[in-house]
């Protein structure tokens, strides 16, 4: 089974703050993606990677950034937390035509 | 501007009834579609796709149709049990175009299957 991995469940940080949100996936795919998820909006692209270093912006990349220094590792950086950043985050990683997504990041910004 | 609608927010059905979750969408270049299932503090897990070339995908309780002249797919879960009481998100992608299969998805819809 794919695995998808991220590094916190829940996060609080203060408005200002850099924010760190990892992911990691086991099955050797290229492509991996970041959304946020929001009631009554569904998931939103943010950024996502085909490949080592290469990343494209998504939908909503305002705000944000990433790094994909290793294949199995895709970060996403929030460079100065807002509170409209506060929401549920989730990577995902893709096989042939799915998308397998790990359990989410709860991001509190206060 | 949302090219993959789902606009039911919610549906309420009975243990053992069939639930019908609808979703419609404006780019028709869009060839391949997926319905994921999630539940609170997961993420969403794949449950059915179905290619354009298709329009009909059965998967044991799980069926997805689709009507590419009208832009619409439909969900079908029969019967539904307690344990389908989650949110469903249909989402779309354009294989055939540059697009890195990429995702556009709906807003989601609330299931919840009552006793």
């Known amino acids: 089974d794919v695995k998808v991995t991220q590094s916190s469940r829940y996060l609080v940080k203060r408005t200002g703050e850099k924010v760190f949100l990892e992911c990691v996936q086991d099955?050797?795919?290229?492509?991996m993606f970041w959304y946020r998820q929001d009631p009554g909006l569904g998931l939103r692209l943010i950024y996502f990677?085909?490949?080592?270093?290469?990343?494209e912006k998504g939908d909503i990349p305002e705000g944000y950034s990433v790094s994909r220094e290793k294949k199995e590792r895709f970060s996403l950086i929030l460079e100065s937390a807002s509170t409209n950043q506060t929401s549920m985050y989730l990577c995902?990683?893709?096989?042939?035509?799915?998308?397998?997504f790990g359990p989410g990041t709860r991001l509190t910004v206060l | 501007d949302q090219q993959v609608k789902q606009n039911s927010p919610s549906l309420s059905v009975q243990e053992g009834r069939i639930s019908i979750l609808n979703c419609d969408y404006t780019n028709s270049m869009f060839d391949y579609f997926l319905w994921y299932k999630k539940y609170p503090a997961e993420g969403p897990t794949f449950l059915i796709s179905?290619?354009?070339?298709?329009d009909k995908n059965e998967d044991g309780r799980f069926t997805v149709f689709l009507n590419k002249s009208a832009k619409h797919l439909s969900l079908h879960i029969v019967p539904s049990q307690p344990g389908d009481s989650a949110v469903y998100f249909c989402a779309a992608s354009a294989r055939t175009t540059d697009s890195w299969g990429k995702l556009q998805f709906g807003a989601g819809t609330q299931v919840v299957v009552t006793p």
């Open positions: 179905i290619s354009s070339i298709k």
């Open positions: 099955m050797d795919h290229e492509n």
């Open positions: 990677s085909y490949d080592v270093k290469m990343k």
């Open positions: 995902a990683s893709q096989g042939n035509n799915e998308q397998f």
